[in-house]
C-alpha cells in the first residue's frame, strides 16, 4: 500500500486542488479558520513550533499506511494558538480509494465524552442543574439502585446502594456503572449494545434499561469507565427540555464552528465519511460494515449517545480542544466560564483510589476530571508530557491531548478499531506523537 501524504497547506496536493475546483470559497474560510484561530500567537516567535521542527512526524505515520495497519491517519498540532501542523495520509475508503482529507467525518466514538460532559457543566453554570444533584431527580427509574456483590449458582447476590447517584459520580465514572465489555459477570452480561441499531431505542429507553441493572460497586467508591456519560445525555434532554443532539448544536458545537460534528453522518456529507475497519486473519484489514444501522446511514439516528456516538473532523475537533486550552473560549466565542474549565480540568478522584483505566488498559500517574484523563504525574505514565495534561481517545483509535502548560493542542485521527486492548495501536500512537511534539520544543 502506497502512504499518500497531503497538508492543507499545499497548493499542489491532490486535496488542495479538490477544494479549490470544488469548494472554493469553502476553501478560504476553511485555511482562515486553521491558521488563525483567535488568541493565535506571532507566528515568527522564536520558540513556536512549526513544520519543519514536526518533520519526523510524516515518516512515523506513513509506517503505520505502508505496513497496512491502518487505511490512513490524519494528524493536527497547534501551539499557542495557531496550528503549526496538519497532514493526511493514505486513504479514508480502501474500496473506493478515496484518500484521506483534512475534511473527512471520522466516528470519534468516546471523544464524545468530553462534548457531552461540557453540555453539562453549561447546564451546572446557568443554575440547572447541581453537581451534587442525585440521579434520580431526572431519571426517577434510578430510585434505590442495588449494588452487585457475587454471584452463586442461585443468582445474583446485590446490597441497597448507601447512597444515590450523582452527577459528579458520573462525570468522573464513579457511579458504579460499568460497560459490558469491561467483565464477564451476569451483570455485565446485562448492558445493552449501543452499535446494533441506532433507529430502534431511545437514550431515553437506554437509561431506563441501565437502571434496572445492578451496579458493579457503591456509588463514590471506586473509578470503572462505563456508560455514565451516555446516561447524563438523557439527564441533559429532561433539564434542557431538548433532545441531545440539538443542545449540543446549540450551545457547542454551532458557535465553535464545527460544522462537521453531529450524531450522524448527512448524506451530502457521506462521501468524506472514513469507513471504520478491523484486523482480520493474517493482520490484513476488514472493512467494518454497519453503515445501514449506524451513524452513516444518513438518517438522523433515534439513539443519541452522549458517551460514543458523535462524528467528527479533525478541524473541528480542535476547535473544541482550543476552546477547552483557552479555558472557555474561541474566537469571541465563549461557551463556558474560565471557573468552570478549570473545575473540569483537574482530577476529582481521591488519592487513594486505585490506577484509572483506558478502556481495560490500567493508566499510572493519571485522574480524572470532569470529561477528561488529568496527569497528574508525568513520570509513571510513560509519556514526556506535563503534569495538568488533559487527554482522551476513541474506540476508532483516535485521541487528543491538551497540555495548559505548553500550550499545546494535539489531535490523531483514524478508522482501526478497537483502539483497546486487543490489536491496540492507539496508546503506542500517542506516545510516538507526544514524543515526537515534546522533542520539537526542545530544538
Known sequence: MNAQKRTLFSQDSEVGQKFLTKIGAALITAVSLLSSPAGAADAKSKDLLTEKKLAALAPTFESYVTSGKLAGIATLVAHKGQIVHSQTIGKRDLGTGAPMTMDT?????????????????????????????????????????????????????????????????????????????????????????????????????????????????????????????????????????????????????????????????????????????????????????????????????????????????IIDYYRFCQMILNKGELDGMRILKESTVELMTKSHLPSDFPNITYGTTELKGVGFGYGFAVVEDPAPTSSPGSAGELWWGGYASTSFWIDPKEKIAAVLMTQRVPSSPVNSIAMEMRRKFQNIVYDALKL
Open 105 to 313: 467525518i471520522f466516528r470519534i466514538y468516546s471523544m464524545t465524552k468530553p462534548i457531552t460532559s461540557t453540555a453539562i457543566m453549561i447546564l451546572v453554570e446557568r443554575g440547572k442543574l447541581d453537581l451534587d444533584d442525585p440521579l434520580e431527580k431526572f431519571i426517577p427509574e434510578f430510585s434505590d439502585p442495588m449494588v452487585f456483590v457475587s454471584e452463586t449458582e442461585e443468582g445474583v447476590v446485590t446490597v441497597p446502594a448507601e447512597k444515590s447517584i450523582t452527577i459528579k459520580d458520573l462525570l468522573t465514572h464513579t457511579s458504579g456503572l460499568t460497560y459490558g465489555i469491561a467483565g464477564q459477570t451476569s451483570v455485565h452480561k446485562q448492558y445493552p449494545s449501543f452499535s446494533k441499531d441506532l433507529h430502534v431505542s431511545s437514550i431515553e429507553d437506554v437509561s431506563k434499561k441501565i437502571a434496572e441493572i445492578p451496579l458493579v460497586a457503591q456509588p463514590g467508591t471506586s473509578y470503572n469507565y462505563s456508560v455514565s456519560i451516555a446516561v447524563l445525555g438523557r439527564v441533559i434532554e429532561v433539564v434542557s427540555g431538548e433532545p441531545l443532539n440539538e443542545f449540543i448544536a446549540n450551545h457547542i458545537s454551532t458557535p465553535l464552528g464545527m460544522h462537521d460534528t453531529d450524531f450522524y453522518v448527512p448524506k451530502e456529507k457521506l462521501g468524506r465519511y472514513a469507513d471504520n475497519y478491523t484486523v482480520g486473519e493474517g493482520g490484513s484489514l476488514v472493512l467494518i460494515d454497519d453503515n445501514e444501522k449506524g451513524i452513516a446511514s444518513g438518517k438522523l439516528p433515534k439513539l443519541f449517545i452522549g458517551g460514543g456516538g458523535m462524528a467528527s473532523s
